[in-house]
């Protein structure tokens, strides 16, 4: 069934408004990071929130539309939670892979429930390729394969400014046609 054409309009105000919502996001929380880093000169581990931010930005946004960016968005969240209690030593060391495996499944939890609500379709990826990345990422992390500056960048306010701006240019372009 094709939608009618003020539903399509509306489907695609409603994705420009939440593209719109995340570029503005993402540059405020670049600002922030340029006048905490280098301004006021602040190291990125005294406050390890980049994760947790990149996630509630994503949440916000998911907000203004559900049907996108819900599953990244609840995923990115609660895994931040955990990157955020990890790194601010409130996790002992031994406890990091079950504080991480909490997460992903509290994060799955939620994703079934935006099944439910209608939010995400039973053949979403999103959670996969979200799960493996995080796998990767802390693979190459053991292993000291990532570069010097990954990390204060992961945990820097320069992560979610450069993520949110990112997915906003992608469902900028992605929005659809005329409104």
């Not at 919502?21 to 340029?34: R, S």
């Not at 880093?37 to 539309?65: E, I, K, Q, W």
């Not at 031994?94 to 991480?100: E, G, I, R």
């Amino acid at each position: 069934m094709v939608k009618s054409f003020p539903v399509r309009a509306a489907a695609h105000a409603q994705n420009r408004r939440q593209a719109y919502a995340l570029l503005v996001m993402g540059v405020l929380f670049l600002i922030a990071a340029w006048i905490v880093h280098l301004v006021l000169g602040v190291r990125p581990g005294s406050y390890p929130l980049g994760v947790l931010l990149l996630g509630v930005g994503m949440l916000v946004a998911a907000m203004l539309n559900p049907r996108r960016l819900m599953v990244a968005a609840w995923l990115t969240t609660l895994l931040g939670i955990a990157v955020f209690l990890v790194f601010k030593g409130l996790i002992p060391g031994n406890q990091v892979l079950a504080v991480y495996i909490l997460a992903i499944g509290l994060g799955l939890l939620g994703i079934a429930w935006a099944g439910r609500r209608g939010y995400v379709g039973a053949g979403a990826v999103t959670p996969g390729i979200l799960i493996v990345i995080v796998g990767v990422i802390e693979y190459l992390l053991a292993r000291g394969l990532t570069p010097a500056q990954f990390i204060p960048f992961m945990l820097s306010l320069w992560l979610p400014g450069a993520g949110l701006l990112i997915i906003g240019l992608a469902y900028l372009l992605t929005a659809g046609g005329r409104e």
